[in-house]
């Protein structure tokens, strides 16, 4: 089981299932929403995830219609985002993990969105669009 956390620790959750390939997303949005080059992202199964504690802190904003981006509404850590349309998979924010993992990224998203100060110095897949990747 994979456990991890908020950065004040007020939300806890933890996951029973497999991490699906980790994606690093260069898109606008989970760049603002990092505050960082890309978001490292892993699908995962929605009914293997529990939030054990914290669950009141836990805010969801709506970034596009049906897509719902959740953080700690104390610290501002990202936990996941979910689609209206496919309620039964989230993308977990790997950063909050706790539990120490052992696949590394496989590839990039929205590579034509990446920061211009941003310089790729891995040999992974850039899929220019979320559509191009195997990860739909
Ligand atoms: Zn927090
Ligand atoms: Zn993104």
Redesign the pocket.
């Known amino acids: 089981m994979l456990k991890g956390s908020c950065l004040c620790g007020g939300v806890r959750y933890e996951y029973e299932g497999a991490l699906g390939p980790i994606a690093m ?1 260069h ?1 606008s ?2 760049r603002r929403a990092q505050g960082s080059a890309y ?1 490292t992202n892993s699908a995962i199964q929605a009914a293997e995830f529990r939030i054990v504690s914290g669950q009141a802190l836990v805010k969801e904003y709506e970034s596009r219609p049906g897509k719902k981006r959740a953080f700690c509404g104390e610290c501002g850590s990202p936990l996941y985002s979910r689609l209206d349309s496919k309620p039964e998979l989230l993308r977990l924010r790997i950063g909050t993990l706790e539990t120490p993992i052992d696949i590394k990224p496989s590839y990039h998203i ?1 590579a034509s969105s990446a920061a211009e100060w941003y310089e790729f110095k891995d040999d992974l897949p850039r899929y220019a669009e979320l559509e191009d990747s195997p990860r739909v």
């Open positions: 997303c898109c949005q989970c978001g929205y």
